[in-house]
């Protein structure tokens, strides 16, 4: 193993040009931004802006642990690759597991998107991390790429026909997409609609607090949970305002609302996080998430991206593509009705950097929990 790069942390606050090192080059992500490490320095974690002697950046998380100090050091969804070996990388990281052992950490886990055909995990074994769950819901994606140069045609060529008449009538019927976007790389192009120029802030304000909504009824339907409006709002403005985040909003000819969908660019792809659909509106309107997705793949195809990552649909306990029969295969067959392909990425991995805070931290973890456990019951009563 290659002697590993000096540390030096800058500081809470990102440094100029930092995107350029975590976000904008090959693998990077939009969790290693600066916008990522002052939202999540907002809700309670201490964001660390690490510069390696290399020239490469890391965003590194620290949660302490209350009375002991030290706790859990997390590097969400990085080091990022940049175009280095995976050798390079897992490097990177044997170096910021060092720096968080001096730093008063005692575990250090990271998840970088790197796909596990790489070597990646074997790497990370070397370095002493062991695989652990995920933070996320998933490990796994779904991407679609796109050939170099591809224009409409060539990428709607390669969409299911089933998929594609959807697309096809959603237009006929004069469907419209509306662009939320601060970049200016490109024009909107055929297809979209943009707010009113110097009205972007306010216009987007409202429709992702209409998305929000949208989510939790989702959320509702489904079983999952959505975090507070104001925390999501927060986050998706400023990632909208540096560039990372584009909303697509689709519309019935007459104006109604059907459904919206987040996507993140970054690295050499556009990434679709969070969507939604008016679920009593989708016999009379049909087709709103078909052309959210289509519009997302031209957006990417314009842009230059080698991917549109549709993102995963593989649940905890679960962690292999879906077959038929599974709860998740039916997502599984919507997004590869848009060329999207199994991905196998590498995975969450873990370190402990100092076994005897690691474990005065997991006894401390437990006496909370008996407490809370106590406290409730007390509450409650019989």
């Known amino acids: 193993m290659n002697a590993p790069a000096g540390v030096r942390d800058v500081g809470p606050d990102a440094p100029a040009g930092w995107d350029d090192r975590t976000v904008r080059v090959s693998g990077g992500d939009v969790q290693q931004s600066a916008a990522w490490g002052e939202h999540r320095g907002r809700t309670g974690w201490h964001p660390h802006h690490l510069v390696l002697d290399d020239g490469s950046a890391v965003l590194a998380l620290g949660r302490p642990w209350p009375l002991l100090g030290g706790g859990r050091l ?20 044997s170096a910021v597991a060092a720096w968080a052992r001096v730093a008063g950490y005692a575990t250090i886990l990271a998840d970088a998107e790197i796909p ?3 070597g990646y995990p074997a790497a990370l074994a070397e370095r002493g991390f062991r695989p652990v769950e995920e933070i996320g819901p998933s490990r796994h994606r779904v991407a679609t790429p796109i050939p170099a140069g591809a224009d409409d045609d060539t990428l709607l060529a390669e969409i299911a026909t089933t ?7 959603a237009e006929r019927r004069g469907m419209r997409i509306v662009r939320y976007d601060a970049a ?10 943009t707010t009113v120029p110097g009205h972007l802030d306010e216009e987007a304000t409202a429709a992702f607090e209409r998305f ?19 925390s999501a709002v927060a986050w998706w403005r400023a990632a909208l305002a540096a560039g990372h985040l584009v909303l697509l909003e689709a519309r019935s000819a007459e104006g109604t ?31 709103a998430a078909h052309l959210i997705l289509w519009r997302a793949l031209q957006l990417a195809g314009r842009e ?13 306990g679960a962690r292999s593509e879906p077959r038929p029969g599974d709860p998740m295969y039916g997502l599984l067959e919507f997004k590869q009705s848009f060329g999207g392909r199994w991905v196998e990425l590498s995975g ?14 997991t006894l401390l973890a437990g006496v909370r929990r008996v407490v809370w456990r106590a406290a409730g019951s007390r509450r409650t009563g019989p």
């Open 74 to 93: 997390y590097v969400p969804k990085g080091p990022v690759a940049a175009g280095s070996a995976v050798t390079v990388v897992a490097d990177r990281l």
């Open 116 to 118: 596990a055909a790489t």
């Open 163 to 169: 998929t594609r008449q959807r697309v096809r009538v």
């Open 184 to 193: 200016s790389a490109t024009a909107a192009g055929d297809g979209f609609e």
């Open 212 to 230: 929000h909504r949208l989510l939790v009824a989702t959320g509702e339907r489904r079983g999952f949970a959505i975090g507070p409006s104001g």
């Open 257 to 287: 609302y059907l459904g919206a969908a987040i996507f993140f660019r970054h690295g050499e792809r556009l990434t679709y996080t969070h969507s939604g659909d008016v679920v009593a509106l989708r016999r009379a309107h049909p087709g």
């Open 304 to 316: 230059g991206r080698a991917e549109l990552d549709l993102g995963g649909v593989d649940v905890a």
């Open 348 to 361: 969450a991995h873990e370190r402990i950097v100092s076994p005897v805070r690691a474990r005065a931290g």
